[in-house]
């Protein structure tokens, strides 16, 4: 699984990519068939306390469709757990789904 950081108007530093990678592979434990985690973080300088100010956008690469998840928060570091969870849940949701249909399709024949 490769885990892609990408920014603009912010320099990722070492600490926030070792972050942002320790909460992508969080989700490698749902499925095995994870290819790729893009993340894009940005940041509006102007806004100190908006809690739009800083944006992450995840793109997470698997078989067949593909998530994006975009989470907005106050703290860059509060965006990226908050969009992990979201990946997780959607991750969770899409695998249960595919489950479903298998065993709806065994149980037809």
Excluded: W
């Amino acid at each position: 699984m490769q885990v892609i950081v990408e920014s603009k108007n912010l320099e990722v530093t070492k600490a926030i990519r070792e972050f942002a990678e320790k909460q992508a592979r969080k989700l490698s434990k749902l499925s095995g068939r994870i290819t790729r985690i893009r993340l894009f973080l940005e940041t509006i300088p102007k806004k100190r306390n908006d809690p739009h100010a800083n944006t992450v956008t995840y793109e997470v690469e698997v078989p067949g469709k593909n998530v994006v998840i975009t989470s907005k928060a106050v703290d860059m570091y509060e965006a990226i757990v908050a969009a992990t969870n979201t990946a997780a849940r959607r991750m969770r949701k899409q695998f249960e789904k595919k489950i479903t249909k298998r065993r709806s399709k065994i149980e037809e024949e």
